[in-house]
């Protein structure tokens, strides 16, 4: 429990118990093994970006007020169907919903995930919250990375506070239907800019809305 040392006899039971059922613990750790060999693996590790999978049914993709609620178009549907009425004869949303289920391959039909643009902006978010500034960032945005760095004239700030900004207007411009799966990571972008953008965290959201021409309000980044 950390209140004294370890005694052997408990660390004997922690390694019988953790070898046994392959949970790691304080004394035990996972490695590579080359089966063909036999040998662990020596050489150093190597990093791999893995873009996170978007598994949504098709009903989560259909207005920001619905996505989180997955069981409730269905349920909706249900019960409109024992009335006797139809899906087409319920609401806009439903009717989308149902078109959606007949299709076999969401990213190819989905203004956003057609090009796996939200994907790539959540894969070169950083730990802290952030973006930094990159050619990743720019081709999500549409633009030329050095005409966004250009239109960066605001003294007392960084570019990584700008890139964020300007990555947090993207999500809300381009990602609504699909809020569900970033909410969680802009709220951690959002505190990241009030630690850091400080007294000019206003004038970066607003230049920021004027430079993208996006209809996002700027409330959006309040706590």
């Known amino acids: 429990m950390g209140f004294r040392e370890t005694s052997a006899s408990d660390k004997k039971d922690v390694l019988e118990v953790s070898i046994e059922s392959g949970v790691i613990s304080s004394y035990t750790a996972f490695i590579a093994i080359n089966k063909d060999l036999n040998k662990p693996v020596q050489r150093p590790l190597a990093r791999r970006?893995?873009?996170?999978?978007?598994?949504?049914?098709?009903?989560?993709?259909?207005?920001?007020?619905?996505?989180?609620?997955?069981?409730r178009p269905y349920a909706l549907g249900h019960r409109q169907k024992k009335k006797g009425l139809s899906l087409r004869e319920?609401?806009?949303?439903?009717?989308?919903?149902?078109?959606?289920?007949?299709?076999?391959?969401?990213?190819?039909?989905?203004?956003?995930?057609?090009?796996?643009?939200?994907?790539?902006?959540?894969?070169?978010?950083?730990?802290?919250?952030?973006?930094?500034?990159?050619?990743?960032?720019?081709?999500?945005?549409?633009m030329k990375l050095q005409d966004i760095q250009d239109a960066f004239t605001i003294k007392n700030a960084n570019l990584t506070s700008w890139a964020t900004v300007l990555a947090v207007l993207w999500l809300h411009a381009n990602g609504q239907d699909l809020k569900c799966e970033w909410e969680l990571l802009e709220r951690k972008a959002v505190v990241w800019i009030h630690k850091h953008a400080g007294s000019v965290r206003h004038l970066l959201v607003t230049n920021a809305i004027a430079f993208l021409k996006s209809p996002v309000d700027p409330a959006v980044f309040a706590l």
């Open 49 to 71: 970006d893995v873009p996170r999978p978007f598994l949504l049914s098709a009903t989560a993709v259909m207005s920001s007020k619905h996505a989180c609620r997955l069981d």
């Open 90 to 142: 319920t609401s806009p949303e439903l009717e989308r919903a149902h078109s959606c289920n007949k299709r076999t391959n969401l990213e190819t039909h989905h203004p956003v995930l057609g090009e796996n643009y939200l994907v790539q902006l959540i894969s070169l978010q950083k730990a802290d919250g952030s973006w930094d500034l990159s050619e990743g960032l720019a081709l999500v945005l549409g």
